[in-house]
């Protein structure tokens, strides 16, 4: 006959959350409280009934799986007033037996209160505030440089060597030129005259040529 594995307990009480798109599976253990798993919607007033439901059984701790990014708004909602480990899904899915998510949570549960869970490091919320805005700059960034460069590849492929007349195509004469162009304007005498005026000559010159 099999002995079953015991852990000793070093969190009083604490809750452990298996967390999906839609559902998040939380389960309490402790001392002075019965064990019970309930079921909650990823939506806010969700996870703040859950929130109430947890302080009302006095959890300090509470251990969740970040998987994607589904954590995230859970983590917000529940990070001032608790103790939160946040724990890569890989570390405790591969035990054997543990096929529904009520398990998953009763696990997830036991391991916390054995003190058996590493967490990931979570920076402070206005870091994470300024890295997701950071994050976003970045890929805007990015978006408007292949935006530009598409530009630039319409015009050559019309033959029209704005950029070997403008530094810049981004700049404000090359602006100017390319919406005069977009509203139908085809003149280059009336095209020149958005020019800079420190635009080079011999650019105009070759821009004129092109047209002809």
Known sequence: MKES?????????????????????????????????????????????????LKANMITHIAMESTGVYWKPVFNILEEDFEIILVNARHIKNVPGRKTDKKDSKWIAKLLLSGLLQGSFIPPKPIRELRDLTRYRRKIVGQISSEKNRLQKILEDANIKLSSVVSDMSGATATKIIAAMIN?????????????????????RLLKSNSQ
Do not use: N, P
């Not at 015991?6 to 798109?21: A, L, M, N, S, Y």
């Not at 389960?27 to 939506?43: D, L, Q, V």
């Open 184 to 204: 139908g304007e085809e003149d280059i005498e009336k095209l020149s005259r958005l020019r800079h005026g420190k635009m080079l000559t011999q650019g105009y």
């Open 5 to 53: 594995i015991t852990f000793e307990q070093v969190v009083e009480r604490g809750c452990g959350i298996d967390i999906h798109k839609k559902v998040l599976v939380a389960t309490i253990k402790g001392m002075g409280i019965k064990e019970e798993t309930r079921t909650f919607s990823g939506f806010t007033a969700s996870i703040e009934e859950m929130r109430d439901w």
